[in-house]
């Protein structure tokens, strides 16, 4: 398969964990993005945008950066860590995130979008692919069975 593949390469972890030790194969490459000591805070927030990291920040300070959540939010957010590792959390007590949600520079936060918030133009263009290829996958189906 292509494609990403999230691998470790803290020699202890390693050690301690021989099952987690990916064997390259021939023409494999292995891409190190370049540091970043910036947060990435991307969706469905009134300011989306990229923040300077701050170990000192939770995951609600850096939403409230963002200017909040908009009005199409469903107030889950998808935290994309440096490695590629994804976490989904929803919020917790009074609409908080509990601080234990680590962010790391070069981390993505992103907010989800609720799709029963989707109205007129954007639900006829977010269901119209949909069922344009439900109709082509019948049709398709329709002319085998024909045949």
Known sequence: PSGRVITEFDPHVLKNEPIKDTLLENQDQIYIPAFTDYVFILGELKNPGVHKYDNTLSV???????????????????????NGMAREVKPAIFGKYFSEHEIYPGSVILATREVGKV??????TTVA?????????????????DN
């Open 129 to 145: 692919p949909i069922i344009s290829s439900l109709a082509i996958s019948l049709a398709s189906l329709n002319s085998i069975v």
């Open 60 to 82: 609600d300070d850096y939403i409230n950066q963002a200017g909040g959540f908009s009005n199409f939010s469903d107030k889950t957010i998808l935290i994309i860590d440096p």
């Open 119 to 124: 109205r007129g133009l954007n639900y006829a």
